[in-house]
């Protein structure tokens, strides 16, 4: 009888211990110290038909294991119960997880860091500005009055708050950079830009252009040149030639339109440059008197130069992207290719 209440204890420990469901743990309870047929209740019941001189001990020792299974449960009760929530709800830990999706930076992002890092490499610093504009800076300050025909060639988004639009350039950074700061300056700012224009594979409403301006005493369209020259070379490589044509800009006086030569063809001539050899990038130019006095600057003291460009432009050129809109689209099958 001993042997036997000894064996159940041992099977007990042994299937109460590998446990691991709160269900299972409640018929263990039931096999072992049920009210009715649980094996050591049996055995505690029958031991008044044992002999009298046997009766103390196996009482004894039968009561010892119910305290012990008893515990045995308790202990597995709590262990169960202190298991993370998914767990308890009969999450199975053995199966493959599913990965996470990791995130990038945008192809625009790329673009950017990189033109910014190019122009940190010769000292200029990061400016910035917001998207919501006055129409003082966006164009009184940058030497386009209300009645300048230039105006014409930005298709603005006015907003309903008098005087304020969409920023049509980031040049407007350049003009509160100049507010808060006496020369020299040497700062390039990036961003949104936004025009009424109907989307097709080469235009958007939303663009974004990285822009330039540097002015100190002395600077010269000769300064200009080498840092577009510095810009092409770090982009597309040594080889890269460029070339400036006239231009009007009403900010800039003279302006100018660079070309790269052509990254594709070395100038032979190609789709992509329309057998020209040549890709237009942008325009820069020196900087107006006019915009220097809107700034409190004086004009007969400095000079400068301002360059901007368009990085959707750019993207499209370096990754061979055909259609301006994939960069707003968020679709990620052209998102996660870069
Ligand atoms: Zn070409």
């Given at each position: 009888m001993l042997d036997r209440i000894e064996e159940i204890r041992k099977d007990a420990e042994q299937a109460i211990r590998a446990c691991a469901d709160p269900k299972a743990l409640d018929l263990l309870r039931a096999r072992y110290?049920?009210?009715?047929?649980g094996m050591l209740t049996e055995i505690l019941r029958g031991i008044g038909t044992l002999d009298a001189a046997l009766r103390p001990k196996v009482g004894e020792v039968a009561g010892r294991a119910k305290n012990e299974i008893a515990a045995l449960l308790e202990e597995a009760r709590a262990r169960l119960d202190s298991r993370p929530e998914a767990a308890q709800a009969g999450f199975d830990t053995t199966l493959p997880g599913r990965r996470p999706a990791l995130g990038r930076r945008h192809l625009l992002t790329q673009i950017t860091d990189e033109l910014v890092g190019i122009f940190e490499r010769i000292g200029f610093s990061l400016a910035d500005g917001p998207e919501v504009e006055t129409e003082y800076h966006n164009f009184d300050a940058l030497n386009t009055p209300a009645d300048h025909p230039a105006r014409d060639l930005h298709d603005t988004f006015y907003l309903e708050e008098g005087g304020l639009l969409l920023r049509t350039h980031t040049s407007t950074v350049q003009v509160r950079t100049m507010e808060q700061m006496p020369p020299p300056v040497r700062v390039i700012s990036a961003g949104r830009c936004y025009r009424r224009d109907t989307p097709d594979a080469t235009h958007h409403f939303v663009f974004h252009q990285i822009e330039g301006l540097w002015v100190d005493k002395g600077v010269t369209f000769g300064d200009l040149k080498g840092v577009i020259i510095y810009l092409a070379h770090q982009l597309f490589g040594e080889e890269v030639q460029v070339r400036f044509r006239p231009h009007f800009f009403p900010f800039t006086e003279p302006s100018a339109e660079y070309d790269f030569s052509c990254i594709f063809c070395k100038g032979e001539g190609c789709r992509v440059c329309k057998r020209t050899g040549w890709i237009e990038i942008a325009g820069a130019g020196m900087v107006d008197p006019a915009v220097f006095e809107a700034v409190g600057y004086d004009p007969e003291a400095v000079t400068g130069f301002a360059f901007g460009m368009g990085i959707d432009r750019l993207g499209m050129l370096k990754y061979g992207v055909d259609d301006i809109r994939a960069f707003l689209e968020s679709d990620l099958r052209f998102i996660e290719q870069f």
């Open positions: 110290l049920g009210r009715g047929d």
